[in-house]
């Protein structure tokens, strides 16, 4: 829910910056105008009068440029995602559509723009090339977002205690799917739709050849980095074929205009290849870009507007631009004018948004605003700022209902059930690895993914797979042994009070009418990172700094801040009759069983009252 709403609220924010200032300091041109920032058509003051005929033409570019800006501001959105504090992105959203985006609209689009093609005295007699926003749009959206995932930290348990990183994938490759179809289809709104800019008579052409361009950079990105995916794993990964494909469309951006189809493929390739070497320099310096933005973004971006100062033909750009000469690309005898004002423009680009995001981010560092508590990252924005989640799975009114837990990446699921065998109910496969070296299983931090839920009639059942780390089928566990522990863990990621018929990996009171949690864990299975104890559940437990009251009818869980760090107690509420059954009996703790040869079921089953 919480990208969700950031991601509208871009739009939305964008929208209202953009009438009001963003626009006039991109395109106004008052009495006075200079190169660096617009100072006219502000709320679109006068802007029809200043614009006499039709006015089609006018207005359509301001819903158009605002559809670009309202993309840059979307960018770092995931760059940041699960540790942001959402006053801050509320506060980067208007200043970067308000300010920092349109500036560099100016410099490069802008008739008067000190970097543009369009000045009357160009720099260097070229000014930079920028079709439809490789730097403008992407380079400003992505180093926003890497300038904010460097400021506020890496989310908890992204790294090990000894800096390596900790796999945290997403929890839907069907959504990864349809986004990427999505804006493969919306790219050619982007880029051919810039032909509006052309000059009529050659835009139909313009439109075209940057539809075949954009389409085979795509193309050439997604199949590098799915080739990169299997030198590097020995896996056809889904997820970098995706990535490919929009680092080759950011690649292309700029120069689908002037490019040959078959330098379309390079611009692909490479820029899929400076993507997969940035991701890793990212993880080596500890940066947390959850989305991968700032590779994606800024670096495929700059690399988007260098590529026209090299390989951009020169009868395209004629067309383009109507001179009967223009500077063009380096390798097809155009000189390093062009080239020059490609590297130029990217720097001054980067240094702007560097430079201007920076300071901001940091101003809210120093006032505490910019990173949530570890309490509520543990929790998940969704509960603890936006009073719900985005998965609402309620059946029946069970033990376990109203019970949420959170692995980071996948906020506040909710988990509801009968516990008096009814028709509605739980069957859930709970992925676990361990991770980091942990003095005991107490402290052992655990990888965790909720992502595969499988609901069954009857009562609710929470089951847990045991096997050696030997095999790689659904539902193995690693069998770890950590510096210290002198055993193997298992982990107790979700536990609720109960009767515990579970196998070892049960956590209950006595009476009848509770649950029993089971875990399941696979070291290669596709998981959401999180830091649970495995530790008991207190009822109504005296209050501490370390250690809350839970209060009436909760309970606590111990929930570990990540590697090296001191864990925070959450209380969760249960019904009455759980609850008392619980606080009758003695603390449960969870206790490893012996490793079974082979897979075996745990089940805890929950009996009737």
Same mark, same amino acid.
């Given at each position: 829910m919480n990208i969700?709403?950031?991601?509208?609220?871009?739009?939305?924010?964008?929208?209202?910056?953009?009438?009001?200032? /963003?626009?006039?300091?991109?395109?106004?041109?008052?009495?006075? &105008? !200079?190169?660096?920032?617009?100072?006219? $058509?502000?709320?679109?003051? #006068?802007?029809?009068?200043?614009?006499?005929?039709? @006015?089609?033409?006018?207005?359509?570019?301001?819903f158009f440029q605002w559809a670009f800006c309202a993309t840059a501001a979307t960018i770092p959105a995931g760059a940041v995602a699960e540790r942001f504090n959402f006053n801050a992105y509320l506060g980067y959203s208007l200043f970067l559509g308000g300010l920092v985006y349109p500036v560099v609209v100016h410099w490069v689009w802008s008739p008067v723009g000190w970097l543009g093609y369009a000045n009357r005295r160009p720099l260097l007699g070229t000014g930079m090339i920028d079709f439809a926003g490789s730097g403008v749009v992407h380079m400003v959206g992505g180093l926003a977002g890497l300038t904010g995932a460097a400021m506020v930290g890496p989310r908890l348990g992204r790294f090990d205690m000894d800096g390596r990183p900790v796999p945290m994938p997403g929890h839907s490759a069907i959504l990864v799917v349809l986004g990427t179809v999505l804006l493969w289809f919306g790219w050619y709104g982007f880029n051919p739709g810039s032909a509006l800019i052309a000059d009529q008579r050659s835009a139909a052409t313009l439109a075209g050849r940057a539809a075949v361009t954009t389409t085979l950079s795509g193309a050439a990105g997604g199949l590098t980095c799915l080739l990169l995916s299997v030198v590097r794993s020995v896996s056809w990964d889904l997820l970098s074929l995706c990535n490919g494909m929009l680092v080759g469309f950011v690649s292309i951006t700029a120069g689908c205009h002037v490019l040959e189809p078959w330098a379309a493929l390079l611009a692909g390739a490479v820029g899929a290849m400076l993507f997969e070497g940035a991701c890793a320099l990212l993880l080596r310096l500890r940066v947390d870009d959850v989305v991968s933005a700032g590779p994606m973004h800024g670096v495929a971006g700059a690399w988007g507007v260098l590529v026209v100062g090299l390989l951009a033909k020169e009868e395209y750009v004629m067309q383009a631009y109507a001179r009967d000469s223009h500077p063009h690309g380096l390798f097809y005898g155009g000189g390093g004018k062009l080239l020059a004002c490609q590297v130029i423009g990217v720097l001054a680009i980067g240094g702007w948004v560097v430079g201007t995001m920076g300071p901001f981010f940091l101003a809210f560092k120093l006032a505490g605003s910019l990173r949530i508590s570890a309490q509520e990252e543990h929790t998940g924005l969704d509960v603890s700022k936006h009073g719900g989640s985005a998965y609402h799975m309620h059946h029946g009114g069970g033990?376990?209902? /109203?019970? +949420?837990? #959170?692995?980071?990446?996948?906020?506040?699921?909710?988990?509801?059930?009968?516990?008096?065998?009814?028709?509605?109910?739980?069957?859930?496969?709970?992925? %676990? +690895? &361990?991770?980091?070296?942990? @003095?005991? %299983?107490?402290?052992?931090?655990?990888?965790?993914?909720?992502? !595969?839920?499988?609901?069954?009639?009857?009562?609710?059942?929470?089951?847990?797979?045991?096997?050696?780390?030997?095999?790689?089928?659904?539902?193995? $566990?690693?069998?770890?042994?950590?510096?210290?522990?002198?055993?193997?863990?298992? &982990?107790?990621?979700?536990?609720?009070?109960?009767? @515990?018929?579970?196998? /070892?990996?049960?956590?209950?009171?006595?009476?009848?009418?509770?649950?029993?949690?089971?875990?399941?864990? =696979? &070291?290669?299975?596709?998981?959401?990172? %999180?830091?649970? #104890?495995?530790?008991?559940?207190?009822?109504?437990?005296? @209050?501490?700094?370390? #250690?809350?009251?839970?209060?009436?009818?909760?309970?606590?869980? =111990?929930?570990a801040a990540g590697p090296g760090r001191d864990g925070s107690w959450a209380a969760v509420k249960v019904p009455e009759r759980a609850a008392a059954a619980a606080k009758e009996g003695e603390e449960a703790r969870v206790k490893p069983p012996a490793p079974p040869p082979a897979e075996v079921e745990a089940e805890g089953n929950v009996g009737a009252a």
């Open positions: 969700l709403l950031q991601t509208v609220l871009d739009g939305a924010a964008s929208a209202i910056m953009w009438y009001l200032v /963003g626009f006039g300091f991109a395109y106004g041109e008052g009495d006075h &105008p !200079n190169g660096f920032i617009g100072d006219a $058509l502000f709320a679109l003051a #006068r802007y029809s009068s200043h614009h006499t005929g039709t @006015g089609i033409g006018n207005w359509t570019n301001w033990a376990l209902a /109203g019970l +949420q837990f #959170r692995p980071n990446g996948l906020n506040g699921i909710n988990l509801s059930g009968h516990a008096d065998g009814g028709a509605a109910s739980h069957h859930l496969h709970h992925h %676990v +690895q &361990p991770v980091g070296k942990h @003095g005991s %299983v107490g402290d052992a931090v655990m990888r965790a993914n909720t992502s !595969n839920f499988i609901n069954h009639a009857g009562a609710a059942n929470l089951s847990g797979h045991y096997m050696p780390s030997s095999h790689h089928s659904h539902g193995s $566990l690693g069998m770890t042994s950590f510096g210290g522990a002198g055993g193997v863990v298992y &982990p107790m990621p979700v536990v609720a009070n109960g009767n @515990g018929n579970g196998n /070892g990996n049960t956590a209950g009171g006595t009476g009848a009418g509770g649950n029993s949690a089971g875990a399941s864990a =696979d &070291p290669t299975a596709h998981s959401a990172a %999180v830091g649970m #104890r495995a530790a008991a559940l207190e009822m109504e437990g005296p @209050g501490g700094p370390d #250690r809350p009251s839970a209060g009436p009818g909760a309970v606590l869980v =111990d929930i």
